[in-house]
């Protein structure tokens, strides 16, 4: 194997991508009707069946293509280029173009719902037993 290509791992791309958004494995395994074991087996793996693939991108909100073609240095470069030296407010590079308080309630919102799906979870298994 030449050492200038790096070979194309689906199962580190489906974590990257799980992880960029803030989806833990047992969310992700819930989700698909799996174990967290198989996930983290699937993310191990180079290669996944292209039904359980699909599957995945589905619940990670992405096409299977997306998951093939994911480059973490693409994403770098896109977060890169948002910022521009026009965009210079007081000295800082940046300019926000939302509501920070619109954001905290969005993720608020998130963390409440992720608590929610943990006490359905533990629910339901509680009441499997």
Do not use: W
Not at 51 to 64: F, N, Y
Not at 107 to 119: H, I, N, S
Request: aromatic share 6%; proline share 2%; glycine share 6%.
């Amino acid at each position: 194997m030449s050492t200038l290509t790096k070979p194309n791992h689906i199962g580190r791309k489906i974590s990257r991508i799980r992880e960029l958004r803030d989806m833990k494995q047992e969310a992700l395994a819930y989700a698909l009707g799996m174990s967290q074991q198989s996930i983290s087996i699937i993310e191990n793996s180079e290669t996944v069946d292209e039904e359980k693939l699909k599957a995945i991108a589905e619940v990670l909100g992405v096409s299977a293509e997306g998951i093939k073609n994911f480059s973490e240095e693409a994403v770098l470069n896109i977060i890169g280029n948002t910022y521009h030296d026009s965009n210079v407010v007081n000295g800082n590079a940046y300019s926000c173009n939302f509501n920070p308080l619109d954001k905290m309630v969005e993720l608020f919102e998130r963390l409440v719902q992720a608590e929610k799906d943990k006490v359905e979870y533990l629910e339901k298994l509680y009441k499997g037993k």
